[in-house]
């Protein structure tokens, strides 16, 4: 059970971060797109765990840019903190776009 768990984080990590980029490219009037979209690979922390064995680790210290790389026999993750961050940028983008055209609309009603 251990080793399903290592690699359910081993795939979910990576999974996030493409979901984070889908967002940034996806988002109008984002700006530093291309900054927004490096920051997205950018992981916390690395997870390590060895398949055969379930002995596991984590070095909370560790910056990682596209996970944390790959080593026959070990599942490995890091927390996406850039991913995360870049996501709830982006949903406040899109949050204020739309306050801001709600607002447009309330004006242009009150003139007629």
Sequence with gaps: MPQFLGLIAALTCPLVMFV???????????????????????GVGAFWMRASTGEWGFAPAAISILGTGQQ??????????????????????????????????DAARTET
């Design 20 to 42: 984070a980029l889908f967002l940034v490219i996806r988002t109008p009037g984002l700006k530093w797109r291309i900054a927004w979209a490096v920051l997205c690979f950018v």
């Design 72 to 105: 026959a026999g070990f599942y490995k993750a890091s927390f996406p903190l850039g991913a995360l961050v870049s996501m709830f940028i982006c949903v406040s983008v899109r949050r204020a776009r739309l306050q801001a055209a709600q607002r447009r609309e």
